[in-house]
Nanobody, 131 residues
Framework: HVQLVESGGGSVQPGGSLKLSCAPS????????FGWFRQAPGKQREGIAA????????YYADSVKGRFTISQDHAKRTLDLQMNDPQPDDTAMYYC?????????????????????????WGDGTQVTVS
């Protein structure tokens, strides 16, 4: 049974920092790509960061580039999103998702544009409020 569990959300002041974590379980940890997505009330879901766990390749949306960092914590076996200098526009529910496509590493930008049913697994999300 595959699960993705996000944690670390909460309230943060503009210019502060926050780290989100995603704990995947139930499948081969090192053979997939993962992405972080977010959705604010009344807005479409936005893919913001993706990583290929096998080689560490990363891709960021322009909206977060230079401020957010996606990474793996091998010791904790989590996928993390370090949010630096968050702004009120970053307020949203944040989700992690897994892509089981064996060729996902060559399409990290496309991964962030996939529809909900185009990715294999989704977490339930963690709320981030910047104010």
């Amino acid at each position: 049974h595959v699960q993705l569990v996000e944690s670390g959300g909460g309230s943060v002041q503009p210019g502060g920092s926050l780290k989100l974590s995603c704990a995947p379980s139930g499948y081969r940890y090192n053979s997939n790509c993962f992405g972080w997505f977010r959705q604010a009330p009344g807005k479409q879901r936005e893919g913001i960061a993706a990583i290929y766990q096998g080689g560490g390749s990363r891709y960021y949306a322009d909206s977060v580039k230079g401020r957010f960092t996606i990474s793996q914590d091998h010791a904790k076996r989590t996928l993390d999103l370090q949010m630096n200098d968050p702004q009120p526009d970053d307020t949203a529910m944040y989700y992690c998702a897994a892509d089981g496509d064996p060729y996902c590493a060559s399409g990290l930008r496309a991964l962030l544009s996939k529809p909900t049913d185009g990715l294999d697994y989704w977490g339930d999300g963690t709320q981030v409020t910047v104010s």
